[in-house]
């Protein structure tokens, strides 16, 4: 489906309607914008679940899932396979940018995925996964997965690994939020299948999930 590819000023004023953000200004390759401090969660291996758990509360995401808005256009925005983000060609460099836009990410049961606010969402091509998980750590009873956008996820019955492709060369992804999911990345696979049993499955919050596909 074609739609209506939205202007650098209503991008601007998409981000920026739901998430206070600076003005954005296009280059001809990248994206630049007055300094925003963003500080990086610790890394992963130093957190409880407990740490992990306030690090979550406090990332506040937007409620995308309650907005119906009826305007829609095309972002000219791709995530590449590798997780890198682009706008009509150009790459989007600044982690924090990324950060807020795929706060507003949101995949409808067709399988396109959305940038939502209120007023309105834009199309945006995701050639493989929105995310990439680029590691993970077992905690307790639990395993927190890092994503290449700094969130942090525990995977359970509410966010399952689902294990694809076929056994000799499996893709697994992990559900993150509003249909979307993040592909673990190979050396995050790896991690996974040092921590795997004889039958190369994993448990996490009492659920338990399979390395490769059936």
Known sequence: ????????????????????????????????????????????????????????AQRKLPPVEQWRPTNVSDSLMTIRADGRWFHDGGEIRRAAMVRAFASLLWRDPEGQHW???????????????????????RQGDALAFRLNTDDLVLAGPDHPLVARGDPELPALYLSVRHGTDAR????????LVELADADLAVTSQGATFSLVPA
Request: charged share 15%; hydrophobic share 50%.
């Open 1 to 56: 489906m074609d739609w209506k590819p939205a202007s650098p000023d209503r991008l601007c004023a998409f981000v920026s309607l739901c998430l206070c953000a600076s003005i954005i200004v296009p280059s001809a390759t990248i994206w630049h914008r007055p300094f925003v401090p963003y500080e990086p969660p610790p890394e992963l291996a130093s957190l409880s679940l407990e740490e992990i758990a306030a690090l979550q």
């Open 184 to 191: 673990i990345n190979r050396s995050t696979w790896l991690q």
């Open 115 to 137: 940038l939502v606010t209120p007023h309105e969402k834009q199309a945006i091509a995701v050639e493989d996964a929105a995310f990439m998980a680029t590691d993970v750590m």
